[in-house]
């Protein structure tokens, strides 16, 4: 005879078990994933920041970054296929789809005969929402690797086609580049996103008045370079929108039962270490810092079921926190003294110098002076060999001064050669040495907080990474 007892035994706790196991189990993965790419970010950049920052409160030390405090820090590998030292387009695929790949293919194998699979568009197609963001242009290649599959990360007017056609839910920061094609003789991509369904909106003011179910959306900088790219952060003024306004919103556009999925790239730091401009970097890392500072805001309300992830495709520049001319001294302080991105002092020099009674040397410096604080007494006074530093790269400039091929890529790579004299000087006085205008093959930091933030740490491939989000999401069968 089957008693209630047995009954119990039998049939109900194992039900009991199998609901509570499977609540339980169902609460150990993420749903909402943040996924920060910075890109060019190195360890070292990271420790030159909260340098910085320490340096600001007059403390020798780091001040922590929002993420530099998560609980689980990793390290990764990124060489590509083909090359050690990678290229955005390489690391991003391999961030993207777990996959290597060769040196400038966007989301396709190595023989570009197969499109690789991203994790973005994965989770899209289970339901899940997806934000792309970016402050560079939005078919830059870190950007497109989610949602692209391209040979080559210059066909830019081809990745716009791709974007279109993601049906992904946001995109933010920067516009389309050659938005009408190489050539300027395509159909506009904002107009081909428009009768797609895309909502486009510029500026702050039409970001903060979207609704929480306006979807399909492409927000942008109502102010974009020549590049669609947004300024630098050191350049920025109120018409651009921040990196954390852009997470606010893709949270508040996205936030829905099943789950969301948002990459946001920290883009404009690379372009600034390819120009061995500290101050910018730094200012774009910082940036960076406090659009995290949002997401974490969402993962204390959803703590068992948000991932976090902060990382890095390459570093560049070979950035260090030490020069040989000043042995074991820093003064990162001094970079406060900068006052816009190497790129604005270069366009405010061709603008300067394009007028024939502004080509004189004393103007030079007096521009030197106000926007890098460089000359006159005291710490920032020039000596003589920066001084001669200087004069030489203005008679580069005039032209008058002859010299190699391989000095002009040692002094001033692809860079006007008073601005980036400029930049270099404060850097040097700063403390800060850098090692080259390209990438370098230094592993990347991996910084984790959330749901299965544990598996992030170690040494690994870059590759591993979006495998361990997989995991973490319960997707990886
Ligand atoms: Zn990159």
């Given at each position: 005879m089957i008693t209630s007892n047995r009954i119990l035994k039998i049939v109900i706790f194992p039900v009991i078990f199998f609901f509570f196991y499977s609540g339980f189990l169902h609460a150990q993965q993420a749903k909402y994933i943040f996924y920060f790419i910075s890109d060019g970010m190195g360890m070292t950049h990271v420790a030159v920041t909260e340098a910085f920052l320490a340096s600001q409160k007059n403390e020798i030390g780091f001040e922590r970054l929002s993420f530099t405090k998560f609980p689980t820090t990793g390290f990764a590998n990124n060489n590509a296929l083909n090359r050690l030292i990678t290229c955005s387009a390489a690391a991003g695929t391999a961030l993207s789809t777990g996959q290597k790949t060769t040196i400038?293919?966007?989301?396709?194998?190595g023989t570009r005969d197969q499109n690789l699979y991203s994790i973005a568009s994965i989770v899209k197609r289970e339901g899940y929402k997806v934000g792309i963001i970016s402050n560079?242009?939005?078919?830059?290649?870190t950007p497109s690797v989610f949602y692209a599959h391209q040979p080559s990360r210059n066909n830019y007017y081809e990745i716009g086609l791709d974007l279109i056609s993601s049906n992904y839910d946001f995109f933010g920061g920067g516009g389309f580049y050659q938005a009408t094609g190489k050539d300027k003789d395509k159909p506009d991509l904002y107009q081909l996103a428009k009768q797609a369904g895309y909502h486009i909106v510029r500026g702050v003011d039409q970001l903060n008045n979207l609704k929480r179910n306006d979807n399909r959306v492409i927000a942008i900088s109502n102010f974009l370079t020549k590049a669609a790219s947004q300024d630098f952060v050191i350049d920025q003024n109120r018409n651009d929108i921040p990196l954390s306004l852009l997470i606010d919103k893709a949270i508040e556009l996205l936030d829905n039962d099943k789950g969301f999925f948002i990459m946001a790239e920290e883009g404009n730091h690379d372009w600034a270490a390819h120009a061995n401009d500290g101050a910018t970097a730094i200012w774009n890392i910082i940036g960076l810092s406090d659009a995290v500072e949002r997401a974490l805001e969402f993962y204390k309300e959803h703590p068992n079921e948000t991932l976090i992830i902060v990382t890095a495709d390459h570093e560049t520049g070979g950035i260090t926190l030490g020069w040989s001319g000043k042995?074991?001294?820093?003064?990162?302080?001094?970079?406060?003294?900068?006052?816009?991105?190497f790129s604005k002092f270069a366009h405010l020099l061709d603008s300067t110098l394009k007028i024939p009674e502004n080509q004189n040397y004393e103007l030079i410096l007096k521009l030197i002076n106000e926007y890098f604080g460089l000359g006159g007494e005291g710490e920032l006074a020039l000596s003589d060999y920066e001084n001669k530093l200087l004069s030489d790269a203005w008679k580069c400039w005039k032209g008058e001064l002859q010299i190699s091929d391989m000095e002009k890529q040692l002094n001033y790579g692809n860079e006007n050669p008073i601005a980036v004299t400029a930049t270099r000087i404060l850097n040097h006085k700063a403390g800060l040495g850098w090692t080259t205008w390209a990438h370098t093959g230094t592993p990347v930091p991996v910084f984790a907080i959330g749901q299965g933030h544990e598996m992030f740490n170690g040494y690994y491939h870059i590759t591993d990474i979006p495998k361990k989000i997989k995991m973490a999401m319960g997707l990886d069968k």
């Open positions: 400038n293919t966007i989301g396709m194998n560079v242009s939005i078919n830059h290649a042995n074991y001294e820093t003064d990162l302080l001094l970079l406060i003294h900068q006052k816009v991105s």
